[in-house]
């Protein structure tokens, strides 16, 4: 079975301080992990996959096999990255289907 | 700028009323699905569809919720009857194969916000 646990529910930091959204998961194969992300009322969006290896608005999001994680990674938050972030994932021939976790919101302080 | 649409955004309903939910996916697109999006469970998977077939509906109270894909245009999810537990933000997505991904990436619409008096 796939799971996907997001442990925080709400992040608060500051401006300027790094932020870590925590991802872990668990499938027994080869996983393929994403984080999409939801500014206030719009849809939601892909931010980054892993196969990709990309920065994208700063962010970086590196799996660890060993520790079935996925955490994403900002090393300077902004008021704009304030949003709700989920981690999701594809196994197996699922066709696309995602198994998203719980979200987590961050909300960035000036 | 290719995107998912939805209607209505909004509807307010009272119980025990049909809700009908639409969605156009990405032209080209072969799966669909519906998503539930509430404060208490995020986002739960409600069905999916692969070349308008349905794949999964496990996700989805089988005595009021159904899904169907008319044709390749248009995906339906109805309420019926509708009950204040099923007052919600209803997201459909569609997906494609893409070049780099060996999976499906999804691309979702804008939502419906569904409340049930």
């Known amino acids: 079975a796939q799971r996907v646990t997001q442990p925080e529910k709400l992040l608060s930091v500051f401006k300027g301080a790094p932020v870590e959204l925590k991802c872990n998961y668990s499938?027994?194969?080869?996983?393929?992990l994403f984080w999409y992300v939801q500014y206030s009322r719009q849809r939601l969006q892909l931010l980054l996959r892993?196969?990709s290896r990309e920065s994208i608005k700063g962010f970086t999001a590196d799996l660890n096999k060993g520790e079935t994680s996925f955490h994403l990674k900002k090393p300077f938050a902004q008021e704009e990255d304030s949003a709700m972030y989920y981690c999701?994932?594809?196994?197996?021939?699922?066709?696309?289907?995602?198994?998203f976790g719980q979200g987590t919101i961050l909300t960035v302080h000036p | 700028d290719a995107r998912v649409t939805q209607t209505p955004r909004h509807k307010v309903t009272e119980m025990g009323q049909e809700v009908t939910m639409r969605c156009q996916p990405i032209?080209?697109?072969?799966?669909v699905f519906w998503y539930r999006q509430t404060m208490m469970q995020g986002l739960e998977l409600l069905a999916y569809?692969?070349?308008?077939?349905?794949?999964?509906d496990s996700g989805m109270p089988k005595d009021r919720f159904s899904a169907e894909m008319p044709d390749a245009t248009l995906a339906t999810l109805k309420i019926q009857p509708s009950e204040p537990r099923d007052s919600a933000v209803y997201f459909c997505?569609?997906?494609?194969?893409?070049?780099?991904?060996?999976?499906?990436?999804?691309?979702f619409g804008p939502g419906t916000r569904l409340t049930v008096l």
């Open positions: 892993h196969i």
């Open positions: 569809f692969r070349n308008r077939a349905p794949l999964d």
């Open positions: 999701a994932l594809a196994g197996g021939t699922s066709y696309g289907k995602l198994t």
């Open positions: 997505a569609s997906g494609s194969r893409s070049a780099r991904a060996t999976y499906n990436e999804q691309f």
């Open positions: 499938y027994s194969g080869s996983p393929e």
């Open positions: 032209l080209g697109h072969n799966t």
